[in-house]
């Protein structure tokens, strides 16, 4: 597994703990506004918006919050208007990035990336710096406790899924982006809790980073992450169990 995965899943239980709440918030309302804006307001006919009011509603937002994001998406009140963006960089020892997020602002947002990776000793670069390193795919991830192996595979691969990885406490479960939909369903029908399911870029080959290069990593990974307009980090960077231990000072 890789070191960024590790501090995805360290993020994720972070997140759901501290102060940080606020900023998933944040970031759960602009793509709730986005996918109403694109789709309309109706989650059973849009299925951007159908997942992200239920990772709103996972996160425990409350309904009225909900109800006037999705109002400020279809234009029923004001408010502002995002877009998609996304940033290629490249970080420490050659490592690559890429940075998912929504912006009312697509040239603040940019200044502000490129300055973050500069200031983690990396460099924001142009389209295409980083996708050809990266795999586009459905990513499905269920917490340990909520099936077995058995069950997984049965109902994973029944539904159209490719593959599925042992990530420790959770599994990671991969699809065609086309097929994620159809997956994560099957799994709710099957009555099995999806703890995330999105697109995602995921390197085609890990690099192995250590000592002060992969501090640097993560620091730059949790930067981008805290960012309000970034939604999502992707990166190849590897980071040992034992270079982990060492950097949380264990």
């Not at 759901?16 to 900023?23: C, E, Q």
């Not at 890429?98 to 009312?104: H, L, Q, Y």
């Not at 192996?149 to 899924?161: F, I, K, N, T, Y």
């Not at 959770?170 to 799994?187: G, K, N, R």
């Amino acid at each position: 597994m890789s070191g960024h995965s590790k501090w995805a899943t360290i993020k994720r239980k972070k997140g759901a703990t501290d102060a940080a709440r606020g900023k998933i918030f944040t970031k759960l309302t602009r793509e709730i506004v986005t996918a109403a804006r694109l789709g309309g307001g109706d989650p059973l006919s849009n299925s951007r918006l159908r997942k992200a009011v239920a990772d709103a509603k996972a996160q425990q937002m409350p309904n009225d919050s909900i109800k006037r994001a999705i109002q400020r998406g279809t234009g029923e009140i004001e408010g502002a208007s995002y877009e998609d963006v996304l940033y290629e960089g490249s970080g420490p020892a050659g490592t690559l990035f890429i940075v998912e997020g929504m912006t009312d602002n697509r040239n603040r947002t940019a200044a502000e990336i490129r300055k973050m990776f500069e200031k983690y000793n990396g460099s924001m670069g142009s389209p295409g710096t980083a996708q050809w390193a990266f795999d586009r795919l459905g990513l499905i991830t269920l917490d340990k406790k909520a099936v077995d192996e058995d069950r997984l595979m049965e109902v994973a691969l029944g539904a159209g899924a490719q593959d599925y990885r042992d990530e420790g406490d959770e599994w990671s479960v991969y699809t065609q982006v086309a097929d994620l939909e159809s997956v994560t369903m099957a799994f709710e029908a099957a009555r099995i809790e999806v703890t995330q399911s999105r697109a995602a870029y995921l390197p085609k080959t890990k690099k192995a980073v250590v000592g002060r290069d992969a501090e640097v990593c993560l620091n730059l990974a949790e930067a981008l992450d805290e960012h309000d307009d970034v939604q999502n980090v992707f990166s190849d960077f590897d980071v040992s169990d034992d270079e982990m231990r060492r950097i949380g000072g264990e």
